[in-house]
């Protein structure tokens, strides 16, 4: 009988192990949204044009990363978003119907965290480096769809060029590829509002 009670040890002990697993399992799911960026436009003029709004600011706060539900092809998934108030020192461009040049502040939206939602962790990888309070960016926008006072960048990576403490501007790589920004990786701030400035728009 030793050996039938060591049998029923056994057993229990590897289904244990086997629900130990499905649960770190569920614990380590990834859910990342599916994302399908639009060609970046070839120049300054096009990009300013295909886009809301493009402002010179500075984060002054950012909410934690919380979980947000979105139904893609009938399906329920998550997203980890964050959202941030940027102050505005100066409006490059703005649609009509858009925030007025006297706005002191926006909302940006971005996608990238951790969250334990219910057990379960939700991880979304970053589209482009995640902003923080005091960093300073030109933003490339447009408004959420259902959320008009909020804006995200359609364009990824490619939509926030981030001001250094030197007041250099760092380039997107894909942007190194426009004629105005041929193969630099970095600009002065000032040549890159100038270069904005000049589009007219």
Not at 55 to 81: A, I, W
């Amino acid at each position: 009988m030793a050996w039938y009670s060591a049998l029923l040890l056994l057993c229990a002990t590897v289904g244990h192990l086997a629900v130990l697993r499905a649960y770190d399992a569920h614990e380590r799911q990834y859910d990342n949204p599916v994302v399908h960026l639009p060609p970046l436009p070839d120049s300054i003029p096009r990009l300013l044009a295909s886009v809301d709004l493009v402002v010179l600011g500075q984060v002054v706060g950012t909410s934690d990363p919380r979980v947000e539900e979105y139904v893609l092809d009938g399906m329920k998934r998550h997203t980890v978003l964050r959202y941030h108030r940027v102050r505005v020192l100066e409006v490059l461009k703005s649609d009509a119907g858009a925030h007025s040049p006297q706005r002191e502040h926006i909302t940006f939206r971005q996608p990238g965290g951790t969250v334990d939602s219910g057990g379960r962790k939700v991880v979304t990888t970053p589209l482009e480096p995640i902003l923080r309070a005091g960093n300073t960016a030109i933003l490339f926008l447009n408004r959420v769809p259902t959320e008009p006072n909020i804006y995200f960048s359609p364009y990824g990576p490619a939509g926030i060029l981030a001001v250094q403490p030197d007041q250099m501007v760092e380039v997107p790589g894909q942007m190194q590829k426009m004629p105005e920004l041929l193969h630099r990786e970095r600009i002065a701030l000032e040549q890159v509002l100038a270069l904005i400035r000049g589009a007219g728009l």
